[in-house]
């Protein structure tokens, strides 16, 4: 982190911390210049988040946040609420700590009793001193402390005290059993693996150096229970030595015993074999004495390809999609909700929360010029999401569309993606989350809103796809396109709607066609074969000019070169003598021409994609 934000009304303290941080630590410290809060907290927060927002968001990803308001200890976890708390405060730093959760937030407490383990709490007069390593060990991007948990708890406990708004069941907790760490020296890929373990509901720690491996995983009187790792087998940390080769497992886990304990270890590796046959065989021994414990381990080989395959590959699609439809069953319409609570809607100020979130997001979306940067709009969409909980449709679509477009940005820009993209359990999940959505709009036009929802989201992906060169997931998304309408058309009412249906038998053979040019080929093999035979065994007649034997008919064999003939030719080689000739003709001739010209093309976008 290199940047600080003291946020403070003057105050000497806040004013000799900022001197004495950029004198010591030699970081940028900005002053942000805030009025007593109290009162109206709407107009503080908007002041606070515009002055906020003309920073980039990478320098907004590497900050630390000090709101300089006296704090007491002892009731710093009950103020954290922006709902219903009665402590303007408490209401404002909650707030901001759901707005912006890249930063990491420092609340500074002015009364000390004993020993102070809160890891967003400092005492004051601490603070420049714990800075330098709250600098070097912190990242709250994927909440690895359960700051934003917490404050979601308490919204959720309000909601049951006053017993108002239990709507708000479906806002995500990630408690402090389901905790996991992104241990690579890579940051892309640190980025991605802990973004992955965060959609699945862990809070997940960042390590990219040896001193935040320690500070994790190191020796503590207090050990936090890691629950699943992403880990490149073969780290070497900038900040690291020689001395102990942590490719070396046993080794790695003696020296930091917090692996010890955890439950899934999946190993992100390119797998080459320029280690020692030693060093091998004792790691996979170490491996299987695991199987006793009940401890489950996988190993995905770089390059990846992409999110869901590699969660598929380091066995966690299944978990994954369970927890997705937790979210889904949670964010449920109530029947019984008093309509007087809003409790059909997401709650004023957490849309505004996200509403900055999104801003941020899509800022970032057309910014970014690394993988950390679209792995960091995706979380923050995905904040957004999650505060909404589907609940107000349209915000809830401009944040779903923003994660899922961001995510494909991301895969598309990082080479630690293999160049085949898992794309359809990505449209499995946008389809899914559309249903979702779809079940807060009216019932008449609920199922043409997903439809359309989808449409939109899809097609924008598939621009993803078409910018990077990803032609086979474009073709994926554009075959998806197509069926989406195909199910818009039965949707339609009218003489529109009847005509749209008898048509849709062709619309699908033509998009199926499209989809995969084996189908192609099967087809212009299939159909002169069948009309040939066809034609056989109608006896149809043409003109036969022979001198030998002007009566003779068409064997089997006849009849098909000829239909080969009408079908690529399009036109009969003889004049056909009799009806049944005459309408087999006609369906060859026509037959013939929509296929070879949807194929020619067919082979033209191939060619000038590939």
Request: glycine share 6%; net charge positive; charged share 25%.
């Given at each position: ?367 970014a010029k690394k993988v950390q940067d679209c792995i960091h709009g995706a979380t923050l969409a995905l ?228």
């Open positions: 982190m290199d940047n600080v934000f003291v946020l403070s009304e003057s105050s000497p303290y806040a004013a000799g911390l900022k001197r004495n941080l950029e004198w010591k630590h030699k970081v940028e410290v900005s002053w942000i210049d805030i009025p007593r809060i109290e009162g109206d907290v709407l107009n503080i927060f908007s002041k606070i988040s515009n002055s906020l927002d003309k920073y980039s968001p990478n320098i907004l990803r590497n900050s630390i946040g000090i709101i300089d308001e006296p704090f007491n200890e002892q009731t710093i976890e009950d103020k954290m609420e922006p709902l219903f708390s009665d402590d303007p405060f408490g209401r404002i730093a909650s707030m901001l700590v759901l707005a912006y959760p890249e930063i990491f937030w420092i609340f500074p407490i002015y009364y000390k009793s004993g020993e102070q383990n809160r890891p967003h709490t400092y005492y004051w007069l601490d603070i420049e001193n714990k800075i330098g390593e709250i600098m070097a060990e912190s990242s709250s991007i994927f909440d690895d402390y359960g700051l934003r948990s917490h404050i979601r708890k308490r919204i959720k406990h309000y909601c049951n005290l006053y017993a108002q708004a239990r709507y708000l069941r479906y806002l995500r907790e990630r408690s402090e059993s389901r905790l996991s760490g992104a241990i690579d020296e890579e940051e892309p890929y640190a980025f991605l693996h802990g973004y992955l373990a965060y959609k699945m509901g862990y809070r997940s720690f960042l390590v990219t150096t040896k001193s935040m491996m320690g500070h994790v995983f190191g020796e503590k009187k207090e050990r936090r229970k890691i629950s699943l790792t992403f880990e490149d087998m073969f780290l070497n940390f900038p900040d690291g030595t020689r001395e102990t080769p942590l490719s070396d497992l046993e080794e790695r886990d003696s020296k930091y015993p917090g692996f010890r304990n955890v439950d899934n270890r999946i190993f992100v590796t390119v797998g080459h074999d320029h280690i020692p046959e030693e060093r091998r065989l004792k790691n996979r021994s170490y491996i299987k004495t695991w199987k006793y414990l009940k401890r489950k381990t996988r190993t995905v080989y770089k390059p990846s390809g992409g999110m869901y395959n590699l969660l598929e590959k380091g066995g966690l699609i299944k978990e994954y999609w369970r927890s997705r439809k937790e979210d889904w069953l949670a964010a449920m319409p109530e029947s019984d909700v008093d309509e007087t609570t809003g409790g059909h809607s997401a709650p004023g100020r957490l849309l505004l929360i996200a509403e900055k979130l999104i801003d941020r997001a899509e800022k970032i979306f057309y910014e904040e957004a999401q999650e505060l909404l909980g589907y609940r107000t449709p349209t915000t809830s679509l401009e944040a779903i569309a923003l994660k899922h477009k961001l995510e494909v940005k991301a895969e598309c820009m990082f080479y630690g993606v293999e160049y085949n993209i898992d794309v359809n359990n990505r449209l499995k999940e946008i389809k899914y989350e559309m249903d979702a959505i779809s079940r807060w709009f009216n019932p008449t036009i609920k199922r043409r809103a997903a439809l359309n929802a989808q449409k939109m989201i899809t097609t924008e992906v598939m621009r993803i796809f078409n910018e990077h060169g990803q032609f086979e997931e474009e073709q994926v998304c554009l075959q998806n396109v197509r069926s989406l309408n195909r199910k818009w058309s039965l949707l339609q009412p009218g003489l529109i709607g009847i005509l749209l249906y008898i048509a849709l038998p062709f619309r699908y053979y033509f998009d199926a066609l499209v989809s995969k040019l084996r189908y192609f080929v099967f087809a212009l093999l299939g159909w002169p074969l069948f009309f040939g035979v066809l034609s056989w065994k109608l006896g149809s007649n043409y003109e036969i000019i022979s001198l030998k034997n002007i009566e003779k008919s068409f064997s089997l064999f006849d009849h098909i070169i000829n239909s080969f003939f009408t079908f690529y030719g399009l036109q009969p080689v003889k004049f056909p003598a009799n009806p049944a000739a005459q309408i087999l003709s006609l369906a060859m001739v026509m037959g013939g021409f929509l296929h070879l010209g949807i194929f020619i093309s067919y082979l033209y976008t191939l060619m000038t994609r590939k």
